[in-house]
């Protein structure tokens, strides 16, 4: 049964760094692309970006001046970082295994959210 | 605004059958995939492809797509499917993934 697990800081200042860590458990970390998503309080689905083993980041246009998401395989676990915070990034940030087996992709395995208020 | 749209909020009687959409021009090439999301959980998945379902999720829950509206029909509404679903797809580059805006679904 595949799990994941994340954590990072809940609290930040504005113009903070956000960061963000998921860690997969039972099942191989190749063969899908792992994502992030977010939720602002009281509002719909945002994706934020993917990353691959065998590719490069795909991020959403939006925030791709401030995205990165990472691997980690020898720990099977990736990370988002999101630059210069402002109170328009709370929101509960989602991980999510993204199945691409066919397109489009879709994510079948999520993370229990992590809320991150940004606030002075 | 998203490139996906869907109705804010549906109802629907206990037991009768109920249709959201999901509206977009990238919906004309591709499939959506479909979440449900309960107050205070994280969504999970209850259709991807062309009307796949994840193991385990009730064969109540269908999909299918017409030009470019997808559609995900509930066939005899429980209680327990009262939730916010939201549909996923490619955006109109083809290049990446955006959500509807989600509909609440309540159960009468």
């Not at chain 1, 504005?14 to 458990?25: F, I, M």
């Not at chain 1, 998503?37 to 719909?44: E, N, T, V, Y």
């Not at chain 2, 509206?69 to 955006?91: F, H, I, P, V, W």
Request: hydrophobic content about 30%; aromatic content about 10%.
């Amino acid at each position: 049964q595949v799990q994941l697990q994340q954590w990072g800081a809940g609290l930040l200042k504005p113009s903070e760094t956000l960061s963000l860590t998921c860690a997969v458990y039972g099942e191989s970390f190749s063969g899908y692309s792992w994502s992030w998503i977010r939720q602002p309080p009281a509002k719909g689905l945002e994706w934020i970006g993917e990353i691959s083993l065998s590719g490069s980041p795909n991020y959403n246009p939006s925030l791709k001046s401030r995205v990165t998401i990472s691997l980690d395989t020898s720990k099977k676990q990736f990370s988002l970082r999101l630059s210069s915070v402002t109170a328009a990034d709370t929101a509960v940030y989602y991980c999510a295994r993204t199945d691409t087996a066919m397109d489009p992709y879709f994510f079948d395995y999520w993370g229990q959210g992590t809320l991150v208020t940004v606030s002075s | 605004s998203s490139e996906l749209t869907q109705d804010p909020a549906v109802s629907v009687a206990l037991g009768q059958t109920v249709r959201i959409t999901c509206q977009g021009d990238s919906l004309r090439n591709y499939y959506a995939s479909w979440y449900q999301q309960k107050p205070g959980q994280a969504p999970i998945l209850v259709l991807y492809g062309k009307n796949k379902r994840p193991s385990g999720l009730p064969d109540r829950f269908s999909g299918s797509t017409s030009g470019g509206t997808a559609s995900l029909t509930l066939t005899g509404a429980q209680a327990e499917d009262e939730a916010d679903y939201y549909c996923n797809s490619r955006d109109s580059s083809g290049n990446h993934l955006v959500f509807g805006g989600g509909t609440k679904l309540t159960v009468l």
